[in-house]
Each structure stands twice: as C-alpha cells, then as structure tokens.
C-alpha cells in the first residue's frame, strides 16, 4: 500500500557500501533504513568462493553478504524489499519514489547501488541472452555440464568465472582482446594452471552464431586483432565478463556524475555535489571496486552523515535562538 517512510538516514543498495553505512549509521542513533534494490546482497550474492574480504580466508559470496545483513539488522537497521525508480533531492527532506507506489524521505540519503556487469552490446549477444549467451556462471554454469563454453574478458570476473565452469563444462575457452590478463596474479596462475581451459590471446568475440528453434548457441564467430584473422570456435555457452558499469541511471540529473556514470565524490570523501547526499561503494569508485574498499566507503558514507545531521540541527537552534 502506498504511503510515506521517513528516516534520518535512507540507504539506497544493500552491497557491502550499503550494509557497512547502516551498521555505523543504526550504532550513531541514525536510524537508518536500507533499501535493498533489484538484487538484494548486491554483486557478492551472485559469486562463489571469496578468498580476499579480511577476516574469510574463504567463504562464499552469499554468506558474506548474509553476515552483513544480520550484522546491520541487529543493530536496528531498517530493510525494504524495494527498487527506487525516481528520486527528488532538490527538497528536503529527501524523496525517494520505490517502485510499489512507498514514497521515502530522508533528512541525508546514502547512495550505494553499485554496479551491474557490462555488455558487448553486439546485436547477436541480445539475440542469445538468456539461451546460451549469460553475465554470470553462478546462475548458469550448471546447464554446461559436459559442453564447451567461452569467457569473454581478462579480468578478475573472466578469470573467476572461467575457473568455476570448469567444474562443469568440457572444455573453457577463454578470449581476451589483449596479450596479458588484469586479473590477480593469483587467478591468473590457478588459470594457467587448468587443464580444460584455452585462451585465446588479442582476441575479439564478433558475432554469437546459433539457431532458431530452438534458440540456441551453437559457435563464436572471433577476431584475431593483431592479424585481422575471423574464426569460428564451436560453443554452447557464451558468459561475457568485460566489466561493470554503475547502477546510477535513476539519480541522472540530480548529482553529478562523470562521462562513465561514476557519481562524482569529494577529495577524500563520500559527499556527492547534493548537500546531505553521500554516495559509496562500486556506484563512485571507478578505481578499486572491491567489497572491503565498498564496506570501507560506507562507513565513511555513515560517520559523514551524522557529522552532516549535526551541523544542521546545529545551525537550526543558532537561527531558532536568533
Ligand atoms: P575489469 O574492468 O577488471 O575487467 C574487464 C575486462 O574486460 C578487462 O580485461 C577488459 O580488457 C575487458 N573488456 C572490457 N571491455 C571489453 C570489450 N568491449 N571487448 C572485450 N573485452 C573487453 O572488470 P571485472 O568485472 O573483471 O572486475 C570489476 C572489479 O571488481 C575489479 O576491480 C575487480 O578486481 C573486482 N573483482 C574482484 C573480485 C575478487 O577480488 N574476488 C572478483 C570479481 C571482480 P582490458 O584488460 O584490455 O581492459
């Protein structure tokens, strides 16, 4: 049922950036309220084995964000099951349109949507999405079982993802556009390692090839960049990792944002040009984009906030006084 929400601190996002603001926030009497989005837990709910949040040598993407939430509600943080599709930041308090018809105010908001993965954008790549062509081996790499698929891309996600169809498919081909990869050395070494993957080096995917009924992969037509060599590689499954991009279309026009969609931050800070708009995590960090950075970021996102509420209500009772 429609109606209006109000809290001193609303969250939008519920990544690492989102639950680390909400456990400083709820600890500083904020009372803050997440809202969680389109993907609940954010991009660690849709990975495997994570070796690198301090503190887990190994756990697994889903559990950690199940930590994080638990670690966010006890202290009493707020949690809708929402997705913000408009917002105004030019009042105050702050409005939040959710997409069941709620809307949400907020004296400060704290934006931590993160991002989403990237796309080729080949007209094939959409032909196929959802029938052979995916962004993400947790959810689909268990059709593969005994089939032969490729990753595109060359860094952490590729690598991660190509070492997870291992556990499946026959064979891994993975196609890279460059001679050398960026993800961690260590992937990389686990990577070279595997027996059932390929790479192709300066390598692009040009077209995705399958059929129609049923609709269904069947190849890769690839390009080698260096000698302009078109091939085609039999696949059945096409999982394109080349990159994420920021979940910022909603908040166009109402804080600054960079040429690739980043919201734009202060030096050393998580204030967006909106006076009580914090943003953090993967949503403006275009450099390191990782869940102890993201957890860090909304942490400093929280303790901006309160400090932000302070100086308000401070300046409310000097012109009350006055
Ligand atoms: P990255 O930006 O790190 O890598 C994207 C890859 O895709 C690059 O190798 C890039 O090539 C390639 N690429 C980009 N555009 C194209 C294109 N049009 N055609 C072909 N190839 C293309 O993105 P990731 O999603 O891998 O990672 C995002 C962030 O998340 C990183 O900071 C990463 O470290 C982090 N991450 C961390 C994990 C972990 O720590 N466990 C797991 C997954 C991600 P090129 O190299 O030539 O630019």
């Known amino acids: 049922m429609a109606g209006t929400i109000h809290h001193k601190v609303t969250i939008i996002g519920s990544g690492p950036a989102g639950y680390a603001a909400a456990v400083y926030g709820a600890r500083a009497m904020l009372e803050p309220a997440i809202i969680a989005g389109l993907q609940p837990g954010g991009q660690l709910t849709i990975t495997t084995e ?3 949040y301090p503190g887990f040598p190994m756990i697994m993407g889903p559990e950690l964000m199940e930590h994080f ?13 929402d997705v913000i599709i408009d917002v105004d930041f030019s009042r105050h308090p702050f409005l939040m349109k959710g997409s069941g ?20 954008g080949l007209p094939s790549e959409a032909r196929f999405k959802g029938f052979g062509v995916s962004a993400c081996a947790t959810c689909d790499g268990f059709f593969y079982r005994g089939k032969q698929v490729m990753v595109v891309g060359g860094g952490n996600t590729a690598v991660e993802e190509a070492l997870f169809l291992t556990k499946f498919a026959s064979k891994v081909i993975l196609v890279h556009r460059r001679d050398s990869l960026r993800a961690e050395k260590i992937l990389q070494r686990r ?38 060599e078109i091939s085609d ?49 993967d949503v403006s960090d275009e450099t390191y984009r990782q869940a102890v950075t993201a957890a860090g970021l909304g942490c400093m996102s929280a303790l901006e906030a309160e400090r932000w509420l302070a100086e308000q209500a401070a300046e409310m009772s000097v012109s009350d006084a006055a």
Do not use: C
Request: charged share 20%.
């Open 50 to 52: 994570v070796e690198n």
């Open 69 to 81: 939430k638990e670690h966010a509600l006890k202290f009493g943080t707020g949690f809708y099951e």
């Open 101 to 120: 018809g709620v809307a949400y105010t907020a004296d400060s908001v704290i934006i931590a949507t993160g991002a989403q993965a990237r796309w080729l």
């Open 191 to 228: 990577l070279f390692d595997n027996e059932k993957v390929d790479i192709l080096w300066d390598t692009t995917l040009e077209e995705v090839l399958g059929t129609d009924s049923p609709t269904a992969v069947t190849a890769a037509r690839l390009k080698n960049v260096k000698t302009g």
């Open 233 to 281: 590689r039999d696949v059945q499954g096409i999982f394109i990792a080349v990159g994420h991009k920021p979940a910022t279309e909603v908040f166009r026009g109402h804080v600054k944002m960079n040429e690739g969609g980043y919201i734009e931050t202060a030096h050393d800070s998580t204030a967006t040009s909106v006076p009580g708009v914090f943003a953090a995590g």
